[in-house]
């Protein structure tokens, strides 16, 4: 299985590319406002990196800086936070939260674990 990767749209960059334009003035006014250039290149960073890739050896869930895999095996469960989110529940106890994945993403996801996820919208059998 190839790797699945699940991130922001790329239309997301588009206010970044604003921000850029809007930034790009000032930039020119002293050499410290050259320093406020970094904020539109740190949210495209954000926006290209933060994401999951779900593959063959598990999950791993990608900030900016990290990234952190939870093996199939270690996986116990998902956990819906309150505001929708998405966490993962290792067989250890400790959570690991799914960036830019929300409650309506468990189908999905559920797709490309190959089973190893339940999906929610179909019935068990009981």
Same mark, same amino acid.
């Given at each position: 299985m190839a790797v699945a990767r699940l991130r922001m749209g790329r239309t997301a960059l588009l206010p970044v590319a604003v921000g850029f334009v809007l930034v790009l003035p000032l930039a020119g006014v002293?050499?410290?406002a050259l320093l406020l250039l970094l904020l539109p290149l740190?949210?495209?960073a954000w926006v290209l990196r933060v994401g999951v890739d779900v593959s063959d050896a598990g999950v791993t869930a990608r900030s900016v800086v990290s990234a952190r895999t939870v093996?199939?095996?270690e996986l116990s469960g998902i956990r819906v936070g309150e505001g929708r989110e998405l966490w993962l529940v290792t067989t250890t106890g400790s959570q690991v939260r799914l960036p830019v994945l929300r409650?309506?993403?468990l189908p999905q996801?559920? $797709?490309l674990s190959g089973g190893?996820? +339940?999906d929610p919208g179909t +019935?068990? $059998?009981r």
């Open positions: 002293t050499l410290w740190a949210a495209a093996g199939w095996p409650a309506r993403d996801l559920a $797709a190893r996820i +339940p +019935p068990t $059998a």
